[in-house]
Structure formats: C-alpha cells, structure tokens
C-alpha cells in the first residue's frame, strides 16, 4: 500500500504543525491548571480554520479527507490533548453526523457556523445507566405536533457546556430497542428546556469540557430530527467509526511528543559520567517507544485510506481506538521512565500528558467494546 503524503496533506500537517508549536504548545499547562481553554486560542484556532477540517468545502470547510484529518489531530495531540478532544468531539463527532445524515437544510444551517467557530459542537450519547451499554438508554423524545418533547439527561458530555450544537439520542420507540426505537436529533443549547448541570473535574483533559447536560420537557423542532427516524444508533455507529481515528491520531501525536522529548533528555542527562542515552536499559526503552510509535501510525493511516478508498472501516477503527491507546498509555510511562523524578514534578509536560493518557482507553468505546467489535466482525467474516 501506498501511504506517499499529497502535497495538500503535507501542507496541512506543516501548518497545523507550525500552529501547536506557536499558540497550544505556550499556554497549555496554563490551561490545564485553570481547567479551561484560553478564550483567545479558541479564537486564534477559529481564525485558523481549526473547528472546520472535516467540513466539506461547500460549507465553509477544507473538506480534508480522513488522512488529511487525521495528519491535523496528530499535531493537535503534540501539544495539548484538551485541545484534541474540543476539537475531536466537535468534528468526529458532531460535524461528522450532520455531513453523514443530515438534510440539505441542516447542512446549510449549521456546518457553516460549525465550521468557522461560531457555534461549537458536541454529542451526547452516555447516560447514567447507558455507557458501554449504549442501547440502554432512558432519554425519551415524543413527537408533538411540530415538536419533539425530550425528556432525560446526558453524562460527561465532551464541550457539553461551551457547545452550542449538540447531537442527542434518544428513545423514540422503546419497544423496538437499539434497531429501529433510538432517533438522533440536533439540539441548539438555546432551545426551551435545555440545562447545563455539573461540569465535571477531571484527572487529565482538564481544560477540555467535560458537562451533565439535562433535558426537561425541552421542545426539539420536528425538523431538527437527524437522518432516519428510529435508525439513530446507526447514525452513532457510524460517527464513532470517525471519531476513533482521530482519537487514534490524537495518540500518535502525543506519543512522538513524548518520544522526542525522551531522546532529547536521555542526551542531556548526564549520570555516571556519562549521558542517559548510553545506558543500555534508556536505550531499550527509546526503542520501545519507537516501535509502539511506528506501530500506532500505521495502523491510523492505514485504517484513514481505507475510509477515503470507500471501504468498511469499523473494524480498522476499533483496532485503531484500542491499540493506540494503549500503545499510548506505554509510550508516556516509559518517558515517565526515563525522565525519572523529573518527569514525575507538574513543572515539566510528561506529568500533564501522563494524566491525560489514561482517558483515552475508555472514553468513545471503552477497550473492551473495541474487542467485541473486532472479535465480531472477525466471527462474522470465518476470519481475518
């Protein structure tokens, strides 16, 4: 297979590059002290073009293909991985769903602000009692004459309370279950009805927005349903298949960020008398990263052409989801490793990319739903 770079992905990836070096790289343990994104890089990144890679152009976007998206959410992920996940949960998540399923109207409606910033985007799906078992859900939505009335609530809703457009699922058919009684909706956090609740405080992604979201009697326009009535948890299928592989991009930027960050302490350090990096056991374990690194970054662009080539790419993407994160997870203990006590203080980025890794094994699909998918659909092909 051919995984040659165009030149617009080697563009994209030098300027996003260029940007993570500049703006996200200066401010964000700032951010991650203040559990909060700087207002004025949320502008910087609007100004940039950042919140619309994955829009088509016709919508104000750049209409990157999955290589391309994927290529700007591992220079993301080199310098903060709150900003990855805003910007994830917003694209792989919120974008992708109305490009996906939604009407000529919804298009025109909302990727444009999406896209440019205005109007950031999340997605609800997990409620109290409907993690890894998403069909398990309690919100309901019932049809009133050119409403819908939702009733429920939504737990650790990614930019849950900065969003202004939210993708909802909710129970429109309980009896039908999963296939048939679950129908997406696009929520404006305007609409009569909607509440933010508690704004979680979390162990890593601190700045990222992390929101209870709380629906009662909240009147949805009957326009505003999203794809096919009662075919919604197909919609979130199909946007986490996406969102996946930017998670797994995400874990190969931070993954070389620390990488890199290892191999040059272990030339500067001096212990013995002589530099870390000339000690066998510092050297197996650069080694070791290396490897993940490699492993982890082809898998993503592998998985990313086979989406752009139009192939069936679910299984791929919960490869990509479980591997890279926890090839992730590895690669950041072992630069904790090397960095020794330094990497241990707050003062240095290893501690912050450490505590940021660990989310990555559970949210958009814990680990081991990825291998039920995977064990699956290797059940249902006799193979690989």
């Not at 999963?178 to 997406?184: C, P, R």
Request: hydrophobic fraction near 40%.
């Amino acid at each position: 297979m051919d995984f040659k770079l165009t030149e617009q992905h080697e563009m994209i990836r030098d300027t996003v590059r260029k940007f993570t070096e500049r703006e996200i790289k200066p401010v964000a343990a700032k951010m991650d002290r203040e559990k909060e994104l700087d207002p004025d890089l949320l502008k910087k990144m609007a100004d940039e073009g950042l919140f619309g890679f994955i829009v088509p152009e016709e919508y104000g976007g750049a209409g990157l293909d999955k290589v391309g998206y994927c290529l700007a959410m591992e220079e993301i992920g080199r310098g903060d991985a709150s900003v990855t996940v805003t910007l994830s949960a917003h694209q792989s998540l919120a974008c992708v769903p109305i490009i996906l399923d939604g009407s000529d109207e919804q298009k025109e409606k909302y990727l444009p602000l999406m896209a440019g910033g205005e109007k950031i985007g999340a997605f609800a799906l997990t409620e109290p009692g409907a993690g890894s078992d998403a069909a398990a859900l309690k919100t309901t939505a019932v049809r009133d004459g050119g409403n819908f009335i939702v009733n429920g609530t939504k737990l650790w809703c990614s930019n849950g309370g900065i969003a202004g457009v939210i993708i909802i699922f909710a129970v429109t058919d309980a009896e039908k279950g999963a296939h048939g009684g679950i129908t997406a909706f696009i929520v404006e956090s305007g609409f009569p009805g909607f509440k933010v609740g508690k704004i979680e405080d979390k162990m890593g992604i601190r700045a990222s927005n992390t929101a209870e979201l709380i629906f009662e009697d909240m009147k949805v326009p009957a326009d505003n349903m999203l794809g096919i009535y009662g075919a919604g948890f197909i919609t979130a299928m199909k946007t986490l298949d996406v969102g996946r592989l930017g998670l797994g991009a995400g874990c190969v930027g931070a993954s070389k960020e620390m990488l890199e960050m290892s191999l040059r302490h272990a030339s500067e350090r001096v212990q013995f008398g002589k530099p870390i990096a000339e000690q066998g056991a510092v050297q197996f374990m650069l080694a070791d990263m290396t490897m993940d690194v490699y492993a982890m970054e082809s898998m993503v662009y592998r998985a990313a052409s086979a989406a752009d080539a139009g192939e069936k790419f679910s299984r791929e993407s919960a490869i990509v989801k479980a591997f890279c994160s926890e090839a992730g997870d590895r690669v950041v203990d072992l630069a904790m490793q090397v960095h020794a006590g330094m990497g241990y203080m707050a003062d240095y980025p290893v501690e912050r990319f450490y505590r940021d890794s660990r989310i990555n094994r559970i949210f958009e699909g814990t680990n081991e739903i990825q291998r039920l998918v995977i064990f699956r659909d290797l059940l249902k092909k006799g193979g690989y």
